[in-house]
């Protein structure tokens, strides 16, 4: 099963897994409890997924996680897994932003072309970053790296974007220019956009190794 791709979407308060194969899609979410063992629920959610798909976890060959900004807990046990199930080289792995996730949800929903996505760290701190989709690869790709950085220390940014994340910052920005930034209420990752971004990172041979999975953190229940 070449193209079958394991998803994890472990940022929020949300778990969900799914697995991808040709026009085969099915995923499974549950509502985090912290005061049980998550790292077990999601491979119990594992082994659940490929008994109703009817595959075996050998047949994976690509696994594709988001790896932050998100839960600590929940980035760290997507790690995890990540290295305890799939530690043979063979097997591709793809690490994706929460923020990249974010624009893909935008890019399908309001085909929009330049998209700025901003998520709440601390304080007066916000992971930022801004995607352009790329006509010829169809993908969605960053135009400036991702960085965390000071509100107070953004003095200008760029028009004719769409403006969307969970920091407030974009919240003020959006009432205080309204007739420049637009705002939208998609402001978290789905797994859903996980996979589908995977598929189209993995035609654009977009993948990472095993010795670079580490998750991005920003501080517990940030979603």
């Given at each position: 099963?070449?193209?079958?791709?394991?998803?994890?979407e472990?940022?929020?308060?949300?778990?969900?897994?799914?697995i991808?194969?040709?026009?085969?899609?099915?995923e499974?979410?549950?509502?985090?409890?912290i005061?049980?063992?998550?790292?077990?629920?999601?491979?119990?959610?594992?082994?659940?997924?490929?008994?109703?798909?009817?595959?075996?976890?050998?047949?994976?060959?690509?696994?594709?996680?988001?790896?932050?900004?998100?839960?600590?807990?929940?980035?760290?046990?997507?790690?995890?897994?990540?290295?305890?199930?799939?530690?043979?080289?063979?097997?591709?792995?793809?690490?994706?932003?929460?923020?990249?996730?974010i624009?893909?949800?935008?890019?399908?929903?309001?085909?929009?072309?330049?998209?700025l996505?901003?998520?709440?760290?601390?304080?007066?701190?916000i992971?930022?970053?801004?995607?352009?989709?790329?006509?010829?690869?169809?993908?969605?790709?960053?135009?400036?790296?991702?960085?965390?950085?000071?509100?107070?220390?953004?003095?200008?940014?760029?028009?004719?974007?769409?403006?969307?994340?969970?920091?407030?910052?974009?919240?003020?920005?959006?009432?205080?220019?309204?007739?420049?930034?637009?705002?939208?209420?998609?402001r978290?990752?789905?797994?859903?956009?996980?996979?589908?971004?995977?598929?189209?990172?993995?035609?654009?041979?977009?993948?990472?190794?095993?010795n670079?999975?580490?998750p991005?953190?920003?501080?517990?229940?940030?979603?």
């Open positions: 099963m070449k193209n079958l791709i394991l998803a994890l472990n940022s929020t308060n949300i778990c969900s897994i799914s991808r194969y040709k026009k085969y899609y099915i499974i979410n549950n509502l985090k409890n005061e049980k063992n998550n790292n077990e629920k999601i491979l119990q959610n594992i082994d659940w997924l490929t008994f109703i798909s009817k595959i075996k976890i050998n047949d994976v060959k690509i696994i594709s996680y988001n790896f932050g900004p998100g839960s600590f807990t929940g980035l760290r046990i997507s790690s995890a897994i990540c290295q305890g199930l799939f530690f043979n080289k063979e097997k591709k792995i793809i690490r994706i932003s929460s923020l990249q996730i624009s893909q949800q935008i890019w399908e929903k309001y085909k929009k072309k330049k998209i996505v901003a998520i709440q760290s601390k304080f007066n701190e992971y930022i970053c801004a995607y352009k989709f790329n006509l010829k690869k169809k993908i969605i790709q960053p135009i400036i790296p991702e960085i965390i950085i000071n509100i107070n220390n953004i003095k200008t940014l760029p028009i004719n974007f769409i403006y969307t994340g969970n920091s407030f910052f974009i919240k003020k920005i959006i009432k205080e220019k309204k007739k420049i930034f637009k705002s939208n209420k998609i978290y990752p789905k797994i859903k956009y996980t996979i589908k971004l995977s598929k189209i990172l993995l035609n654009n041979n977009i993948i990472t190794s095993i670079n999975i580490n991005n953190y920003i501080i517990e229940n940030i979603f």
